[in-house]
């Protein structure tokens, strides 16, 4: 078994201990997420994905956490003696949903995890940056597996990228010119003697006869 992918997700503003959360792919074929990166006195290091542990209440069987004093739904009152206790004497709140089962595992998740964790602060550092943590783990997820995770610069516009303006196309054929209608408005009107009574052409004769 070997670790082929951590994911990190860094806390912003944290004001307790914890740092971050974090996703392990072992054999690229099996995701264990939501272990938490704190920070210990000698430096980080990683707790298991975990649970409340919740105890019943003995009046309605309702879980309540076992800190509670009264029961959530009834009101009923708790005992708190008989919340269980680990070898060092403190109060086991938590149990763990996945875990190493020898010293040897934990220590490669917890090496391998505390690693990428140095490198995700320096890639937060970088403009553009975006956690992977939440991405999907679709049947495509490996696809690109040497991905760069830097960010690229963006391409400028240029003044060819822009929308051109709509433009009016003219009508078709060219416009006639001044003189030419001119010419054309002369050849129509008819002669100065075709307009005079009396002349050669006859007309209005015999109208006064």
């Known amino acids: 078994m070997r670790i082929t992918e951590v994911r990190i997700k860094l806390m912003e503003n944290s004001e307790d201990r914890l740092r971050g959360f974090c996703s392990v792919t072992f054999d690229d074929c099996f995701v264990v997420r939501d272990l938490k990166i704190i920070e210990g006195n000698n430096g980080p290091f990683v707790a298991m994905p975990s649970r409340k542990l919740t105890s ?74 975006v956690s992977r943590y939440d991405d999907d783990y679709g049947p495509d997820w490996r696809v690109d597996k040497k991905v760069n995770r830097e960010p690229q610069p963006q391409p400028q516009t240029t003044k060819s990228d822009e929308p051109k303006s709509r433009r009016v196309d003219a ?39």
């Not at 002369?186 to 050669?200: R, T, Y």
């Open 56 to 129: 019943n209440c003995p009046k309605c069987r309702t879980k309540n956490h076992l800190r509670a004093r009264y029961c959530n739904q009834c009101g009923h009152k708790l005992r708190i003696d008989s919340i269980p206790h680990d070898s060092d004497g403190r109060a086991r709140l938590y149990a763990d949903i996945a875990h190493p089962v020898n010293a040897e595992c934990r220590e490669m998740i917890q090496s391998r995890v505390i690693e990428e964790f140095s490198k995700e602060i320096d890639l937060a550092k970088q403009p553009g940056y």
């Open 171 to 209: 009508p078709a054929g060219k416009p006639q010119s001044h003189d030419k209608k001119q010419s054309e408005t002369q050849s129509i009107k008819p002669s100065g003697n075709e307009d005079q009574p009396g002349s050669d052409s006859g007309f209005g004769q015999g109208v006064f006869d």
